[in-house]
């Protein structure tokens, strides 16, 4: 498997123009919103799958794209760059069950999405996460359960640790459109910005602090460690961005460099101390800098419960919604997820279930243009959310 390019230049990405590529990497999300008809203006896709099986998972693929109106016109001939969720970094199985089927991205839904892509045209699928490790993702991924060689085989695949610079040399940056809440641009390593179509890959999770993890949330970690990690500034950091989770979280000085100045960062940021303040805004402020094309939300089985098995608090299970959701604009995706779990208000205040700990940055991104977080806004296609709704997912 390929790491992904190493002679990307800085000035070559200048003199194209990142406002040329970001603002063309807008254009296929809002044709895709602004085709529907009456008051609808965007289309997420529900598809019941009932296990991995990897003809079940490829099958359901095609279903969930042609429900959207196919995805050709958005992949053919094009970069495909995926952001797959490791969070964690830590592999070995839980409740029995391999973490693939629990939290993280699993093998078989990476598998038939890639296989999807080459099959209507794609040139390139770039597979990125950041890891809190320092070896090359096609290692992590291996230890994540991923036959490399069997995703090699599919066409031009490529991987590449977001972590720091990778195999970049210098970082993108990526401006907030709106001027941001808490961060006005952001610097990104150079697969962000060398790629046509971007999509997000996650889990149908709940969390700790936003109330939910889906396609939205999954950018956070998007943010090269190297950067905005708890031992930045060093590309060598592989430590996570509890800063920037936990403001007040008294910080091992040994370990931890006392000042911490994230790039884009805005006055705001270091005057609002309150995680559940500042997480939901940095979610806005990232998914308007890098938009999302399409996102796709593995609701085959997770977690009953939180993020990761790190969060305590009540008992956790595997659940099976059996659900792949998909669709072309991420806050009418998630907002769709979010229903699936069976959370009923969709775009409750804090202190309003799923969202307890924090605001909601789904209602916070559809205030600055990125979609819809109203299901009577969203065209559904495939079984209605109550039909498909879980009674296993618990709130936070």
Same mark, same amino acid.
């Given at each position: 498997?390929?790491?992904?390019?190493?002679?990307?230049?800085?000035?070559?990405?200048?003199?194209?123009?990142?406002?040329?590529?970001?603002?063309? &990497?807008?254009?296929?999300?809002?044709? #895709?919103?602004?085709?529907?008809?009456?008051?609808?203006?965007?289309?997420?896709?529900?598809? @019941?799958? /009932?296990?991995?099986?990897?003809?079940?998972?490829?099958?359901?693929? !095609?279903?969930?794209?042609?429900?959207?109106?196919?995805?050709?016109?958005?992949?053919?001939?094009?970069?495909?760059?995926?952001?797959?969720?490791?969070?964690?970094?830590?592999?070995?199985?839980?409740?029995?069950?391999?973490? %693939?089927?629990?939290?993280?991205?699993?093998?078989?839904?990476?598998?038939?999405? =890639?296989?999807?892509?080459?099959?209507? %045209? &794609? /040139?390139?699928?770039?597979?990125?996460?950041?890891?809190?490790?320092?070896?090359?993702?096609?290692?992590?991924?291996?230890?994540?359960?991923?036959? *490399?060689? #069997?995703?090699?085989?599919?066409?031009?695949?490529?991987?590449?640790?977001?972590?720091?610079?990778?195999?970049?040399?210098?970082?993108?940056?990526?401006? *907030?459109?709106?001027?941001?809440?808490?961060?006005?641009?952001?610097?990104?390593?150079?697969?962000?910005?060398?790629?046509?179509?971007? *999509?997000?890959?996650?889990?149908?999770?709940?969390?700790? =602090?936003?109330?939910?993890?889906?396609?939205?949330?999954?950018?956070?970690?998007?943010?090269?460690?190297?950067?905005?990690?708890?031992?930045?500034?060093?590309?060598?950091?592989?430590?996570?961005?509890? $800063?920037?989770?936990?403001?007040?979280?008294?910080?091992?000085?040994?370990?931890?460099?006392?000042?911490?100045?994230?790039?884009?960062?805005?006055?705001?940021?270091?005057?609002?101390?309150?995680?559940?303040? $500042?997480?939901? /805004?940095?979610?806005? !402020?990232?998914?308007?800098?890098?938009?999302?094309?399409?996102?796709?939300?593995?609701?085959?089985?997770?977690?009953?419960?939180?993020? %990761?098995?790190?969060?305590?608090?009540?008992?956790?299970?595997?659940?099976? @919604? /059996?659900?792949?959701?998909?669709?072309?604009?991420?806050?009418?995706?998630?907002?769709?997820?979010?229903?699936?779990?069976?959370?009923?208000?969709?775009?409750? =205040?804090?202190?309003?279930?799923?969202?307890?700990? %924090?605001?909601?940055?789904?209602?916070?991104?559809?205030?600055?243009?990125?979609?819809?977080?109203?299901?009577?806004?969203?065209? *559904?296609?495939?079984?209605?959310?109550?039909?498909?709704?879980?009674?296993?997912?618990?709130?936070?």
């Amino acid at each position: 498997m390929k790491q992904g390019p190493r002679g990307f230049d800085r000035r070559g990405f200048l003199k194209l123009g990142a406002g040329a590529l970001v603002g063309a &990497a807008l254009r296929p999300a809002r044709a #895709a919103e602004v085709a529907l008809p009456g008051p609808r203006t965007a289309k997420v896709s529900i598809v @019941p799958c /009932r296990d991995y099986a990897p003809a079940n998972v490829r099958a359901v693929f !095609d279903q969930s794209f042609d429900q959207l109106g196919g995805i050709g016109p958005l992949v053919k001939d094009k970069t495909v760059t995926v952001k797959i969720n490791l969070t964690g970094s830590k592999f070995a199985p839980i409740l029995g069950r391999p973490v %693939g089927e629990s939290f993280l991205t699993h093998p078989t839904t990476v598998m038939a999405m =890639t296989a999807a892509f080459f099959a209507v %045209g &794609a /040139r390139r699928v770039r597979l990125v996460e950041s890891t809190q490790l320092r070896e090359t993702l096609d290692r992590s991924l291996a230890a994540a359960g991923f036959d *490399v060689n #069997a995703l090699n085989a599919l066409g031009r695949v490529e991987v590449e640790n977001t972590r720091n610079l990778g195999f970049g040399k210098s970082y993108a940056n990526f401006k *907030v459109p709106s001027g941001g809440n808490l961060f006005s641009e952001f610097e990104l390593n150079h697969s962000y910005a060398d790629t046509d179509v971007f *999509v997000s890959l996650c889990k149908l999770k709940t969390h700790a =602090t936003t109330g939910i993890t889906l396609t939205m949330k999954n950018l956070f970690g998007i943010t090269p460690n190297a950067l905005y990690g708890d031992d930045a500034p060093d590309e060598n950091c592989t430590k996570g961005r509890g $800063r920037i989770h936990d403001p007040e979280k008294p910080w091992d000085t040994r370990t931890v460099q006392a000042p911490f100045d994230p790039p884009g960062t805005k006055r705001e940021f270091f005057e609002r101390r309150d995680s559940g303040y $500042r997480i939901p /805004r940095v979610i806005a !402020d990232v998914c308007e800098a890098r938009p999302i094309h399409l996102g796709i939300i593995d609701g085959i089985t997770t977690l009953n419960y939180a993020e %990761g098995p790190w969060v305590k608090g009540k008992e956790q299970k595997i659940a099976t @919604p /059996r659900v792949l959701i998909c669709g072309f604009n991420p806050v009418a995706t998630d907002t769709v997820g979010t229903a699936v779990m069976g959370f009923s208000n969709v775009r409750g =205040t804090r202190g309003t279930p799923p969202f307890g700990p %924090g605001d909601n940055h789904l209602v916070l991104a559809e205030r600055v243009g990125l979609g819809p977080c109203d299901l009577s806004r969203i065209d *559904v296609t495939g079984p209605s959310i109550e039909k498909v709704r879980s009674r296993e997912i618990l709130s936070t």
